[in-house]
């Protein structure tokens, strides 16, 4: 606890020091225990903090990889590990006005959907009728669960522009699937 006492000391107070403290610090997992509010503002904070001070840190979270955009152009690089080791380490851009959806989706953690797993499921096996059947897939009953599931799961924000014009598309349709059905019906 004195170790961690002298950190908080020397964090507000410099007057510790006759010369400014440099060196290099590495910090794995930086989100580890820390408010996602902290998260936003943890890797700029630490620039200011410690200026002489290079900082390597991992993160698993996108909302520490987008405070790499808080920092002056040159003060911070984003690099991507891939898991698999005969696969170079790339250089990523940092995400300046990116929302954390698609930082997360980004080459920079490699997820395909921001969505929970089982709408993503969902959503494929959609995708998947309609690359077998085409526009006949409207008139089949899945197509018409499918698009009651989907609806129930109130998947309603687009994640980028194909996915607002497939949720266009698809609204068209389901309209169009429930007024069939309601002729059918009478």
């Not at 290099?24 to 580890?32: S, T």
């Not at 395909?112 to 998947?128: K, Y």
């Not at 009728?129 to 899945?142: F, N, S």
């Not at 989907?150 to 389901?174: G, M």
Request: hydrophobic fraction near 35%; aromatic fraction near 10%.
């Amino acid at each position: 606890w004195l170790a961690d006492l002298f950190g908080w000391a020397l964090f507000y107070d410099s007057r510790f020091f006759k010369s400014p403290l440099s060196g290099v610090v590495l910090v794995d997992e930086i989100e580890k225990h820390l408010h996602p509010r902290w998260q936003r503002q943890i890797i700029k904070s630490l620039r200011e903090q410690f200026p002489n001070i290079q900082f390597i840190v991992s993160s698993h979270s996108p909302i520490c990889a987008g405070g790499i955009s808080d920092l002056e152009e040159g003060e911070g690089l984003l690099y991507h590990f891939p898991s698999d080791l005969d696969k170079p380490i790339s250089s990523i851009a940092p995400p300046a006005g990116w929302r954390y959806d698609q930082i997360i989706t980004s080459s920079a953690f490699g997820l395909t959907s921001a969505r929970d797993v089982t709408t993503e499921e969902i959503q494929t096996r959609l995708r998947e009728l309609y690359e077998k059947h085409g526009d006949q897939v409207r008139k089949t009953e899945e197509f018409r669960e499918i698009m009651e599931l989907l609806e129930s799961r109130s998947v309603t924000v687009a994640q980028d522009e194909e996915d607002r014009l497939n949720r266009l598309k698809l609204a068209k349709e389901l309209a169009e699937v429930k007024q069939l059905l309601g002729r059918q019906a009478q």
